[in-house]
């Protein structure tokens, strides 16, 4: 057991912070209430870090509906989810009105928010037993309230805050880098293959999918890919095919129109071989197939994996050609999610992405837009967020026990001294300048 520093005190979280529910659910009935200028913050909208914008948006009307109950939580405090997936947190950067499953968490003017903030997140693995309900597991206000937290002195607070929260800012300027990159590529696709711009004074043929370039072609997506393949899932009850095992197994959930370096689940080489479960090489596309709100999401590969059978993957022997049909999916997930089937449950087929249509230019001209060099980035990026996660999660137990002494630990040095390097180096790195 460790000891606390002499300055820490155990207290109750409500005897330092002030408490709010959300309670604003309009009707979802009523188009007007919704699509305004008032940010709505539900579960679905906490990351564990800073929340600047949220899913859905309320007009004042929606707003209002809540009547007196209606009231908006302050930048820069902290949000949590009391159902649905609990324990979720966030600091919103704005006002923000929350839904019925969100509490508002403001720490008193003598105690540092961050710091309320990272110790929330050290107790986040235990929300989900603290919560009750028969029907719905609920993370009532009374329970945090009660809840004991050692508390140091403001100074001591602020610290290891800083420390943790620097980490925090690298992560959240990386994300944002990817972001800005992600629409880079995304405006690069649509100049090039949607628009046309570059090829206006081009001869234009008529095709199924309408007027295109001279020497460009239609294509389904089964010829334009080397090979596509279902996924599947070993059976649960086998212990030989899960237990320690080491080849990544997706499922649809972890597939959010991102870049994949890393799997919730692992089966073993056993389970691999006595399922229909194929080991997918880097860089194939991943679609997910089924569900609600689910269907149509895509993922890039970025390790050696398997998937279970709600997915199917695209395999493209040519970096560029896959990324090529990274952004066409990106560009026309709408259109595909719509063509999912299902009263109950939304389902795409494996036959139905295989017959999907798309124009396609020469392969000179994809191998010189800077595709490749974009998405390497945002990889990298990935994996450095995925190392400063990790970090800040060893450190995070360790600094709210006291067991690390932060006392002489000059945070303001050395992290800001990396972060203004890493910076640098991100805006620095030499790209193609065939953009457009």
């Known amino acids: 057991m460790v000891n606390l520093s002499l300055e820490w005190k155990t207290v109750t979280l409500g005897s330092c912070c002030n408490f709010q529910e959300g309670y604003v659910n309009p009707s979802q009935k009523n188009p007007e209430y919704f699509d305004g200028d008032v940010k709505w913050v539900r579960a679905v909208d ?85 919560a009750v309900g028969s029907v719905q597991k609920n993370l009532y206000v009374s329970i945090l309230e009660n809840l004991e937290i050692s508390l140091p002195s403001i100074d001591t607070q602020n610290k290891i805050a800083k420390i943790l929260s620097n980490i925090d800012d690298k992560i959240d300027c990386i994300q944002k880098i990817n972001k800005n990159l992600q629409e880079l590529a995304k405006s690069i696709y649509r100049y090039h293959f949607i628009d046309f711009e570059p090829y206006s004074q081009d001869n234009f043929i008529s095709s199924t999918l309408g007027e295109i ?31 320690n095992g080491t080849v990544p197994w997706l499922k649809t959930g972890e597939i959010n129109n991102n870049i ?83 009263s109950v449950q939304q389902n795409l087929s494996k036959d139905l992405i295989t017959n999907l249509e798309l124009v396609v230019p020469p392969t000179e001209i994809i191998e010189k837009l800077p595709f490749k060099e974009i998405y390497d980035k945002i990889s990298n990026n990935y994996f450095e967020i995925e190392y400063l996660t990790n970090l800040r999660d060893t450190l995070l137990p360790k600094l709210m026990s006291g067991e690390i002494d932060v006392s002489k630990i000059n945070c303001d040095l050395e992290l800001k001294y990396n972060y203004m390097k890493y910076l640098f180096n991100q805006i620095h790195t030499p790209m193609s300048n065939s953009v457009v």
């Open 46 to 130: 906490l990351n564990d870090s800073y929340v600047y914008e949220t899913s859905r948006t309320l007009t004042r009307k929606g707003y209002e509906s809540a009547g007196k109950s209606a009231l908006l939580f302050k930048p820069n405090t902290i949000v949590i989810s009391k159902s649905g997936t609990v324990g979720r947190l966030g600091i919103i950067k704005d006002y923000m009105c929350g839904n019925r499953a969100t509490i508002n968490i403001v720490p008193y003017e003598d105690v540092s928010m961050k710091f309320i903030f990272y110790i929330l997140k050290n107790y986040q693995r235990h929300f989900k037993d603290m």
């Open 260 to 342: 994949i370096i890393k799997s919730e689940e692992h089966i073993t080489e056993s389970g691999l071989k006595n399922s229909s479960a194929k080991l997918l090489p880097i860089n194939s596309i991943i679609i997910a197939l089924y569900g609600k709100g689910t269907a149509a999401r895509i993922g890039l590969l970025k390790l050696e994996a398997t998937t279970n059978q709600a997915c199917c993957a695209m395999i493209c022997e040519d970096f560029n050609k896959a990324l090529f049909l990274y952004l066409f999916l990106l560009f026309n997930q709408k259109e595909i999610e719509n063509l999912a089937s299902g």
């Open 213 to 243: 370039p001279e020497n460009w072609c239609v294509q389904s997506i089964g010829e334009f890919v080397d090979d596509m393949k279902n996924g599947g899932t070993p059976k649960r009850g086998e212990s030989d095919y899960w237990d």
